[in-house]
């Protein structure tokens, strides 16, 4: 079941799947608190987790997208595959239908593409994190 979340729902899907082997509190972003938060859970257990947290767009020019970061998202290994991350970026875009952007990481394009996010410009490295591209959302 896909809800609205708090930040404290989300850190530890992040921090297993995005800051393995690094202390919790890196899977703890700036902005958490002013943003908002969806999970995946089934029975009482957090699987899926992703946050749009307030930032405005890093690159020129500020169009197409607005100042909503996707940030965050992570699908626990135990259920990667089965659909959950979809579903969740579905619900997202669904509630916010607004402009969106995010630091997508190189291995995870193609996911975002599916449902019609776009790379805007060149590769970049998050250090100890590795390559990322920027991407935009638009709703239809």
Do not use: K
Not at 58 to 87: H, W
């Amino acid at each position: 079941m896909i809800r609205r979340g708090s930040s404290a729902d989300v850190v530890d899907v992040r921090w297993e799947v995005l800051r393995p082997g690094r202390p919790r509190e890196t899977a703890i972003f700036p902005g958490d608190d002013a943003g908002f938060h969806w999970v995946d859970e089934e029975a009482g257990q957090v699987l899926a987790v992703a946050s749009v947290i307030p930032a405005p767009w890093p690159a020129e020019p500020l169009t197409p997208t607005s100042g909503l970061q996707l940030r965050g998202m992570a699908v626990s290994p135990a259920v990667r595959g089965t659909g959950r991350g979809a579903m969740l970026l579905v619900a997202i875009q669904r509630d916010l239908a607004a402009p969106l952007w995010c630091n997508a990481r190189a291995d995870v394009l193609g996911f975002y593409a599916r449902f019609g996010w776009r790379v805007r410009g060149g590769p970049f490295d998050v250090p100890a994190v590795g390559p990322h591209h920027r991407m935009t959302w638009s709703p239809p």
